[in-house]
């Protein structure tokens, strides 16, 4: 029941930014983890970067200097501010979270975005 809504994606020539947004819902009773994953084209998932304990963890070293994440708890939102992209930062970016819900008597949950394409062009 909880549900994860990405935007933000788009097509940009490369040196260009996007920034992307994810927006939680649901019976949820706290957030533990909120972050980005991206698949690349012919290439397996990896992990972008993570919000945990109000701090940015696990930023990938290829985005390091140039990707930014911040959440607003308030409204269980997590943003990934993506500047100087490069053509090998085109993929599906998948929002992430984790935490407790409501259902089930305060049970752990796990869920995943439907995606939102990046295309970064040379």
């Known amino acids: 029941q909880v549900h994860l809504v990405e935007s933000g994606g788009g097509l940009v020539q490369a040196g260009g930014s996007l920034r992307l947004s994810c927006a939680a819902s649901?019976?949820?009773?706290?957030?533990?983890?909120m972050g980005w994953y991206r698949r690349a084209p012919e290439n397996e998932r990896e992990e972008v970067a993570i919000m945990a304990s109000g701090e940015p963890t696990n930023v990938a070293a290829s985005v390091k200097g140039r990707f930014t994440i911040y959440t607003d708890n308030a409204e269980n939102t997590v943003f990934l501010q993506m500047n100087n992209l490069h053509p090998e930062d085109t993929g599906v970016y998948f929002c992430?979270?984790?935490?407790?819900?409501?259902?089930?008597?305060?049970?752990?949950?796990?869920?995943w975005g439907q995606g939102t394409q990046v295309t970064v062009s040379s």
């Open positions: 649901g019976p949820i009773v706290k957030i533990s983890a």
């Open positions: 992430y979270a984790r935490g407790i819900t409501r259902t089930d008597y305060y049970r752990p949950f796990e869920t």
